[in-house]
């Protein structure tokens, strides 16, 4: 058994079946306990299980106002006059979680009774209670208080998605990043996927570099990076409906003419690009001069934004490989169109790839989820929005993961968040957010949704399926290269000025 913290008490709610409070012993610590911790105690039904909500600490000499206001008056200091010390004691309050028995988890039925031991929760109960994977499961950090890694299945975390959500600065790309390691990390024994990143920022191509200390460890093997600018859409894929989400000011005569031009194309050629559909939109002498001239403009429009071509680059199937990633780097490109274009196009394919069993398994990572999946705006400000939608709702069928990343949850689908099994929830401080987070995820609790907002930096709550109840996670070092792509403020001023001397320097020679 563990170190005993303390003893049951009875209050004026309590012991009960749902929660019970303890007086906490005096060990020597100056903390023996804390919020968020997790402890037991024996009863004759099996190891009951509680977390620590709250944490109170109190003294009577200190109980009335008046008279603590009249020795300080009188230039005397209570612990002058009395044992302070040995009056002084913190009191527990705990929220029952179940009694843990032959490895099973039941309800509470009956209380604790006043005077039964409270121990701190023993570590081999705890991973069997929580449902961690100590053999095989991705290792995010180590649980708060607790000398316990936190090992996560594969198939727990990401069988039913995850949502990673948190305030700028929070943590998100390390937290991420982690992630990201585990899952190249893992032996064909262990079970491995492909991984797909849109990278709106630029920030994981880090990860495809080779560290400079040998100390890391190098994923530069396992990673591919595309930038956007590279990115080409195979154009004898698409069907006139898929030109009606890029177009969304085509008329209804438009798609009605558009149809059969494209269903001929398809029939004569196995490549072809916008350029042949314009040619063959003008050559057609059934269609009317206005609708001709309009379609054309349309597709002019498609055909400068360089993504459609006759062949698909990089080839799509032939890229993903499991236990490797496909890193797509959207950085250079500042088109939201654009950029949601790309998304919807890739997502939609390797969607169907893997529906055909012609890929692996995946997870496709979507960072800035909300540019991609946004509540509440009209069809052509959400072009990807329908096919990130359908992961959510049908992928895990197939084995077509998506782990979707903001800080934004209020701005994200509902759709999207409230099918996400898993979430990992840095800090964050936005009322609307965090409302955002408790209407979509029936997971969080009250009680958690009040530690959210003073999460330490690195640190996250992690609910769902992929534990039995909600921990607090410190978020482990990473492995990889732990270079940046951004300079902080101080460095970006000094590097321009280092720059701007260097110039005036050469000029003056």
């Known amino acids: 058994m563990n170190e005993e913290i303390g003893t049951v008490i009875t209050t004026f709610k309590g012991p009960s079946s749902e929660k019970f409070s303890f007086v906490v012993k005096d060990n020597g610590k100056s903390a023996p306990i804390h919020t968020g911790q997790f402890v037991q105690l024996q009863s004759e039904e099996g190891n009951i299980l ?33 044992p302070i010390d040995r009056w002084e004691y913190m009191i527990a309050n705990v929220k029952c979680l179940g009694i843990f028995n032959d490895n099973r988890l039941k309800r509470i039925s009956f209380p604790p009774s006043p005077g039964m031991k409270v121990f701190i929760a023993d570590n081999v109960l705890l991973e069997k209670f929580l449902g961690l994977d100590q053999k095989s499961g991705l290792l995010l950090g180590n649980m708060n208080f607790h000398n316990l890694p936190a090992c996560f299945n594969l198939t727990r975390m990401f069988q039913k998605h995850v949502a990673l959500l948190a305030m700028s600065g929070a943590g998100k790309s390390y937290t991420t990043s982690v992630i990201l390691e585990e899952l190249l990390s893992r032996e064909i024994d262990d079970g491995r996927v492909g991984v797909i990143i849109i990278d709106v920022h630029g920030e994981y191509t880090v990860l495809s570099e080779k560290p400079v200390n040998g100390e890391f460890k190098d994923f530069s093997d396992k990673i591919k990076v595309i930038s ?64 001709k001239e309009a379609l054309k403009g349309w597709f002019y429009k498609l055909k400068k934004s360089g993504l459609f071509g006759e062949s698909e680059n990089p080839n799509l199937m032939n890229s993903l490989k499991p236990g490797e990633a496909l890193i797509f780097d959207l950085s250079p490109t500042t088109g939201i169109k654009k950029k949601q274009m790309i998304v919807d196009y890739i997502a939609n394919r390797y969607f169907w790839l893997r529906k055909e069993k012609l890929i692996p398994p995946f997870v496709l990572v979507l960072e800035e989820a909300h540019q991609f999946v946004p509540e509440g705006k009209k069809r052509e400000l959400a072009i990807s929005r329908s096919i990130i939608e359908l992961y959510a709702r049908e992928g895990r069928k197939f084995g077509s993961s998506l782990c979707v990343i903001s800080q934004r949850p209020v701005k994200l689908s509902t759709t999207v968040l409230s099918q996400c099994g898993t979430n990992i929830i840095l800090r964050i401080t936005n009322p609307y957010d965090l409302d955002h987070i408790r209407e979509s995820s029936e997971q969080i609790t009250k009680e958690s949704l009040k530690m959210i907002s003073t999460l330490p930096i690195g640190e996250a709550l992690i609910v769902g399926n992929v534990v039995n109840f909600p921990i607090f996670v410190k978020i482990r070092p990473k492995k990889s290269n732990p270079k940046t792509k951004f300079l902080d403020l101080e460095e970006s001023a000094k590097d321009f000025e280092q720059l701007k001397n260097l110039d005036y320097v050469i000029s003056s020679k």
């Open 50 to 82: 509680g977390m620590v909500l709250e944490i109170i600490k109190t003294n009577r000499y200190f109980n009335r106002a008046d008279s603590v206001r009249e020795y300080e008056r009188g230039g005397l200091s209570l612990d002058s006059i009395f």
């Open 228 to 291: 956007s600018p590279y990115i080409s859409f195979q154009t004898s894929l698409l069907g006139e409906m898929d030109f009606v989400k890029y177009l969304p000011e085509i008329s209804s005569v438009q798609l009605r003419e558009l149809g059969p031009i494209i269903s001929q194309l398809k029939k004569e050629k196995k490549h072809y690009n916008i350029s042949d559909i314009m040619a063959s939109i003008d050559s057609n002498e059934n269609i009317k001069t206005q609708t």
